[in-house]
Nanobody
Framework: QVQLVESGGGLVQSGGSLRLSCTAS????????MGWARQAPAKEREFASV??????NYADSVKGRFTISMDSARNTVYLQMNSLEPEDTAVYYC???????????????????WGQGTQVTVSS
């Protein structure tokens, strides 16, 4: 019912930049917040950044280097990543908190949805 499609991952040298994008789509969709989480090899998934109502929060590990922004009209979130470090190497997952409606009984469904992930690799 809700699909999140990410793009923009890739390989970059230490100190470089990448910009991730993610668009949420679905029937009768109201997105209240969007964000990014990441999972490095052999580590647990962790919060990176989130934005809602024009405000943004960042994990300490990315603060000052990453910038999140959102185009609410397009349900699209961006993550501009600057001064990348090898420690930023991870699969980056887009998240969206959204309201939709059941196709069966039209009841409201509030949930958090995840993208499939996009690989970011930073070489030293």
């Amino acid at each position: 019912q809700v699909q999140l499609v990410e793009s923009g991952g890739g390989l970059v040298q230490s100190g470089g930049s990448l910009r991730l994008s993610c668009t949420a789509s679905g029937s009768r969709l109201t997105v209240t917040s969007m964000g990014w989480a990441r999972q490095a090899p052999a580590k647990e998934r962790e919060f990176a950044s989130v934005t809602a109502d024009g405000r943004a929060n960042y994990a300490d590990s990315v603060k000052g280097r990453f910038t999140i922004s959102m185009d609410s009209a397009r349900n699209t979130v961006y993550l501009q990543m600057n001064s990348l470090e090898p420690e930023d190497t991870a699969v980056y997952y887009c998240t969206a908190d959204a309201l939709t409606y059941s196709p069966y009984d039209d009841s409201p469904i509030v949930g958090r949805y995840w993208g499939q992930g996009t690989q970011v690799t930073v070489s030293s």
